[in-house]
């Protein structure tokens, strides 16, 4: 059975929580974390290590099937129509 690819969209409280349970679940595997701002890859790069991409846009990963956004929600109507026109599923992590 193939793993569903799960992108991490966002790392801020929510997404640092989502990447672990990716991580623990039998049947999905991370894909990568996405981030809006370039000058927090490197930064997350390290936290995360060499293993998970970070990049700054969904194009740069490959076979992504889900991306959950854990990022603010009124962001999501910025990000999720270009995933949804790729043919990728979301998830949004509504703000707590």
Do not use: H
């Given at each position: 059975?193939?793993?569903?690819r799960?992108a991490?969209v966002?790392?801020?409280?929510?997404?640092?929580?989502?990447?672990?349970?990716?991580?623990e679940?039998?049947?999905?595997?991370?894909?990568?974390i996405?981030?809006?701002?370039?000058?927090k890859?490197?930064?997350?790069?390290?936290?995360?290590?060499?293993?998970?991409?970070?990049?700054?846009?969904?194009?740069?990963?490959?076979?992504?099937?889900?991306?959950?956004?854990?990022?603010p929600?009124?962001?999501?109507s910025?990000?999720?129509?270009?995933?949804?026109?790729?043919?990728?599923n979301?998830?949004?992590s509504f703000?707590?």
């Amino acid at each position: 059975m193939s793993k569903t690819r799960i992108a991490v969209v966002g790392f801020g409280n929510v997404g640092r929580e989502v990447l672990p349970a990716v991580k623990e679940s039998p049947d999905m595997e991370v894909a990568g974390i996405i981030l809006r701002d370039q000058k927090k890859v490197d930064a997350t790069q390290k936290k995360v290590g060499p293993d998970v991409p970070v990049v700054t846009d969904i194009e740069q990963l490959n076979n992504v099937d889900v991306a959950i956004l854990s990022i603010p929600s009124r962001a999501i109507s910025d990000v999720a129509p270009k995933y949804l026109e790729m043919g990728i599923n979301t998830i949004d992590s509504f703000d707590i």
